[in-house]
């Protein structure tokens, strides 16, 4: 039996394949010969870990570590632990293995639902295999907010798909896969929810206009009732870091606007070692956002996320900014920049030596950045 | 009969059937390498003047070397000056070939960058100039464009294989050097990343101005 395998397939499968490499990159003995943990917080969660006690097998630890904000990461290091046999050490220095492939192919299934073209979904992986989600993700050890992405892109895409096709499983698995992000980054969760609530005001007065079907707009009650939910049992049950608290230290980081540009200057050029500044990814990107339409339920929302960001952007600090930025899918956008320049009537030399143009450029800053982390 | 003569412009008399047939061939031939190669001869020195010219300049740039941020000149650590002068010539060529008088003036103009840049700035200044002013007569952009991919997805391929070849395996590379010009490419272009994130946030605002600033302009 024989398996064709597609163009975009073969693009999801090389991303895949970076996402792991990724990981282990920066531990390749000639590059980091004393196996140093190569992210900023990776000792924070070896920390985080030990004191969870969750070695002693007692899983409730997980929403005590780290006021209860954060207690599927821990659930999924102790699960990586335990299949895997290692120490705490090992297991937070490794889990990258999982999270960089997992964040990629979400990314593509993000893209498959909400647009249904493969190449956009094949360069969405792509881009967020070599974009900034990768490298600063490694530099940082964002592991709980790389996690809360492939989480957030995975239930979208359930949703999208359940109000494309009707279908009630795919909106469960959107609940269900919102409600463990609430329990993974409630920072993202709001920025994400937040996102979700006005698409579906913007969605309700266009069906009103239209005349049409309130199908959608029910549907995507329910998700956002079920985030909404899980947040409040986070909150009063089991006493963990919710929304308001999350927005709470949002607020504590607000800056004045006047230092907008020294901030902009310093989130881009030193912090996390200037990966953030990827020239050629944010210009696609740029691109796509232009390209983008305003007529569908995922365009409405990816517009929607863009314009709470933007609101936002200017009066956070420096972390804030950076975080607000990370947290944009920054590869679908590119994706969409790309596709459509492909699409363009250039001549095929042109497009072919363009794309390997972008494509090794990427490529290269993926392992410089992974290379320079030691 | 004997003997051919050859006009100026290009047009000649043929003696005999076989001397029409090599000379017309390998005329035919000189003329579409020349249409080829010529967007590809101003994609080099285009590429090759702005690499040389920023080595004129040296510009700052703040790259992470070994997790740390360091304060990098940038240096390309090899004279480009005989390559540009190569290209020169041959642009000089068509320049006459074709009497492109205006051409010869404009890039001329590269020279007057000398007192300040010295011959690296003055060559890549006039090589600059050199091939905006072959693509404005010649006006075949996409062969050009075509060309700056193809050079600089050459370069980037070179510099891949130092990170994922000679790095890993922790071998000695010959490649280091372009793989420190390529970051240094990198760190430059960053610095217009803060400036196009603006666009990328604020597209909900600069999309309907821009469609109602172009829409005007069609009125």
């Given amino acids: 039996m024989t398996i064709k395998l597609s163009k975009p397939g073969a693009l999801l499968i090389f991303s895949i394949s970076l996402g792991i490499i990724s990981a282990l990159y920066p531990y390749s003995p000639a590059i980091n010969p004393e196996g140093k943990g190569v992210g900023v917080d990776i000792h924070s969660y070896v920390d985080y870990v030990h004191s969870a006690e969750i070695v002693e097998k007692d899983i409730s630890q997980a929403f005590r570590v780290s006021d209860g904000s954060r207690p599927v990461i821990f659930m999924l290091i102790y699960g990586f632990q335990g299949v895997t046999g290692s120490d705490a050490f090992t297991a937070v220095k490794f889990l990258p293995i999982i999270l960089n492939p997992l964040m990629i192919a979400a990314s593509f299934f993000l893209a498959l639902q909400a647009f249904g073209d493969e190449w956009v979904a094949a360069w969405t992986a792509f881009f967020t295999a070599c974009g900034y989600q990768v490298t600063v993700g490694m530099y940082s050890y964002f592991l709980t907010n790389m996690l809360a992405l492939s989480l957030a892109f995975l239930s979208l895409g359930f949703l999208f798909r359940s109000l494309r096709r009707d279908c009630n499983t795919s909106l469960s698995l959107a609940s269900i896969l919102g409600v463990l992000l609430v329990f993974t980054h409630p920072w993202m969760s709001n920025q994400y929810g937040a996102t979700t609530i006005l698409t579906i005001i913007i969605s309700y007065n266009r069906t009103r206009k239209k005349k049409g079907s309130y199908e959608n707009t029910k549907r995507t009650l329910l998700y956002i009732a079920s985030l909404g939910l899980s947040d409040l049992a986070k909150t009063l049950l089991l006493h963990g870091s919710g929304a308001i608290s999350a927005s709470s230290t949002v607020i504590s980081n607000i800056s004045s606007l006047p230092e907008f540009w020294l901030d902009s200057i310093f989130s881009f050029r030193l912090r996390f070692g200037g990966t953030l500044s990827v020239f050629i990814l944010v210009g696609l990107a740029v691109l796509g956002v232009y390209l983008s339409g305003f007529g569908e339920f995922s365009e409405i929302y990816f517009t929607i996320f863009l314009v709470l960001t933007s609101l936002l952007f200017p009066i956070g600090d420096k972390v804030i900014k950076s975080r607000l930025l990370y947290n944009v899918p920054i590869g679908l956008f590119a994706a969409i920049g790309m596709s459509s320049l492909s699409r363009w009537k250039f001549n095929d030399n042109f497009k072919k030596f363009f794309i390997l143009f972008v494509v090794l450029n990427l490529t290269v800053y993926l392992f410089r950045s992974l290379a320079n982390l030691v | ?219």
């Fill in chain 2, 1 to 219: 009969m004997h003997g051919a003569s050859w006009r100026p412009g290009g047009s000649y008399l043929c003696l005999s059937f076989y001397e029409c047939l090599v000379w017309g061939g390998l005329r035919g031939r000189s003329e579409s390498l020349a249409e080829v190669g010529f967007p590809f001869l101003l994609a080099l020195q285009s590429v090759l003047g702005s690499l040389q010219l920023l080595d004129a300049f040296g510009p700052v740039y703040y790259p992470m070397v070994h997790r740390a941020t360091r304060t990098v000149r940038f240096d390309l650590g090899i004279n480009l000056l005989a390559p540009l002068l190569v290209l020169l010539v041959l642009w000089l060529g068509w320049a006459v070939w074709e009497s492109r008088l205006r051409a010869l003036f404009l890039v001329s103009l590269g020279l007057l960058v000398y007192p300040f840049l010295g011959i690296e700035g003055s060559l890549s200044a006039v090589s600059l100039l050199a091939a905006a002013s072959g693509l404005w007569f010649h006006r075949r952009l996409e062969e050009f464009f075509t060309g700056v991919f193809a050079l600089l997805g050459g370069f980037e391929a070179l510099a891949l294989f130092h990170w994922v070849f000679f790095v890993p395996l922790g071998l000695s590379s010959p490649l280091e050097g372009v793989a420190w010009v390529e970051m240094g490419l990198f760190y430059l272009a960053a610095y217009l990343a803060p400036l196009l994130v603006l666009p990328l946030l604020f597209m909900w605002i600069l999309k309907p101005l821009l469609r109602w600033g172009l829409g005007k302009g069609k009125r």
